[in-house]
DNA sequence: TTGTAAGCGTTATCAG
DNA sequence: CTGATAACGCTTACAA
C-alpha cells in the first residue's frame, strides 16, 4: 500500500533503509545516538526519496514548534523592518522560525492574529507595546506562552520588554526644539488610544513644554494614523490656523514626510519657514528633502536583543528581564530655529 | 487526571458539555450538523474553557492547512507590501491563512522557505517570478501543491501567473525617453542573474534603443542589488564617465530614489541636468523630490486575482489559468527632454 | 442527530 | 545502538 506520487513518510525512509521509523527519527534529531554505518544508509534513503518532516505530526509529538510569533501593527512602511529582519536573523541563528502577522494597528485584529498563532503552537510571542486588554495575557499565562513587549520599554510592567523609553526620548526631541527658539509647536501624533508608544510620545512633548514654561495653548495637537498621507493633511489643517506653529513634531518619520511633502506643495520652506521632526530614522528620514531630523531608534540592536530575550526566557523558563535601550537625536537639515518675527 | 493549567482540549469540552469529541467538532466545523440545544452547550462549554484548536492535530487530522505560503524577495521595501496585503485581504474572505517569508532575493534562501512553509503544510504557495530550479516545480508538483507566480506574466510557462509584461512595460518607458530626445542612456538595473523581471525590463530597454536607431554603447548598464544607497552608487558611476547618459533608467523605484538623492547631492538638477526614471510605483515615487516618473503597477488588483486564481486552484483541483494586467507609466517631474548641447 | 473508533506522521519511553 | 509502542489532539467515515 505505497502512497503513489504523495509526500513520503518517515515509515517509507524507515522501510527503504531497513530500519525502525524511531531509528530514522534519531538520525534527523540526535545523528550521534545513530551509528555511523545505519545513519548513512539513512540519510542516503532521506535524500532519494526527498523525504521532508511533516510539521504538524513532529509538532503533535515534541510538542513544541521552534517557532516564535510576532505580530507587528503594520508592514507597509518600513517602521518596524528592520528591527523584525534583526529578530529573525537573531532567532534563526538559535533555531527558531519567525512568524509574522500584522494587526493595523486595530487591537481586536492584534488579539484574532495572537489566537492564530497560539494555535499555531508558537513558542513563543513578540507583541508590540504594552497597551493590550489584560485578558490577552491572562490567557497566555496560564498556557505558559512567554511573551515579549519590544518597541517600549517600561521596567515594571507586567511583561518583560526590550525598548527605549519613547517618553524620554521625545521629551529630548522637543526640549531640543524649545531650545532653539520655538514657542508655538504643532503635534502630528498616531492615534494614542491603546498605542502606550503614541502616548508617552505625547507626554514628553507636554512635559518639555511645561517645564519650559510653555502654555498648553501653545502646543497644539492633532492626532491620525501613521500614514503619510495623514501626516500632510494634518499639517495643511495646523498651518491653516491664525498663529501656525513655527516648529511640528511628528510622532514618527512616516507622518513627517507627509508633512514635508505638503509644506513643499504649499510653498513652504523647510525650515526656514516652519520646522519639522520624526521619530524613528528610517531610511526615508535620510532621504527625505530635506533631510528629517528625527530620534534614532536602534532597531537592529532592539531586534537582536529580543531575540536573546526570548530564546532565553524560552529555554531556561526564567521571566525575562527587558533592556532599556538608548536612543538619541539625529539632527539633520528639517529643523532650524524660527524666523525672526 | 485533568491537565493542569495547560491549554483545555476537545476531550475537556466534550466531557463538561455531555457529548462526544465528535459532537463538539461537528459543532465547530459543521454547526449546522448538529442539534440547537446541543450546539449551545458546547459552544458555551468551549467558552468558559477558553478552547482553542490545536492546530497541528487539526491538520494531521484533516490533511489541509487552509494555509497559503508566500515568499517574497524582501520585506525591507515596500515593493510587495501594497500586493501582499491585497492578497492576504482577499485570502481572508476566503478562509485562508497567509503566511509570508522573504528570500533576500536569493535563490537558495527561496528555496529554503519553500521547504518550510510545505513541511508547515501550506496548502499552496505564491512565488515570485518565474526563474527558479527546476526541481523545485518537479517536487512541488509530485506533492501536488498548487503554485502561483506573481509579478510577471508568461502565457506559457510551466507555471501559471498573475502579473504584467515587464519587457513591454519597461519598453514602453524607455521609447518614451527616446522620444523626448535622449540618445545617451543609463541603466541602473536590478541583478537580474535568477529574476526574471529584472532581466525582462531590460530587454525592454534594449529592445527600445534598437528599434529606435541607438548604438548598444549608447546605453551604459550597471547591475546592483535593489537598494537605495546601490542606486545612488550606481548613479555616481554613471555620471562619472567622460559622456554621462541624459536619462537614467532604473530598475525599480528604490533604486531610483537612491539615484536622485545622490543627484541632489552632486547638484546635479532633475530633471534639467538629468532625467531619472524608477519601476512599480510605490509611494515613494509620489514622495520623492522631484516626483518619479515611473511604471505604474496595480498591485492591489494583481495580489487580489492572484488570490482568486490561487483559491481557485485549489478548490477545484484546476489548473490554473493566468492573468495579464496592464501597466502605464506615470509622469511626473523627474523626466524631461535632454538640456540643448 | 450523535457516538465509536480508526487513523494522521512524529517523538519519546522502555526494553532488548 | 536499535526496535516496539504509546501518546499527541483532532477529523471523519461508519454505526447506531
Known sequence: MSKLRSAPTLDDVARMAGVS???????LNNPDRV?????????????TL??????????MAAKRTSTIGAIIPTMENAIFARGLQAFQEELHKHGYTLLVSSSAYKPEIEEEQIRTLVARGADGLLLIGHDRDRKIHDD??????PVLVAWSFLPDARVPSVGFD???AMFELAHRVIELGHRRIGVISGVSAGNDRARHRIEGIQDAARQNGLLSSDVMMLETPYEIENGAEAFSKLMSQD????????????????A?????????????????TGFDDIELARIATPALTTVHV???EMGRRAALELVGMLENQTQGTGTRLATHIVERQSLGPPAKA
Chains 1, 2 share one sequence.
Open 21 to 27: 521509523t524511531a531509528t530514522v527519527s534519531r538520525c
Open 35 to 47: 551509528v555511523d554505518a545505519t545513519r548513512e544508509r539513512v540519510l542516503s534513503a532521506v535524500d
Open 50 to 59: 526527498g523525504y521532508t518532516p511533516n510539521f504538524a505530526a513532529r509538532v
Open 140 to 145: 497566555l499565562e496560564r498556557r505558559k506562552i
Open 166 to 168: 519613547n517618553r524620554a
Open 243 to 258: 498663529a501656525p506653529p513655527t516648529a511640528i513634531l511628528c510622532g514618527n518619520d512616516v507622518l513627517a514626510v507627509g
Open 260 to 276: 514635508l511633502h505638503r509644506a513643499r506643495e504649499m510653498g513652504l520652506r523647510v525650515p526656514d519657514d516652519v520646522s519639522i
Open 298 to 300: 536602534p532597531h537592529r
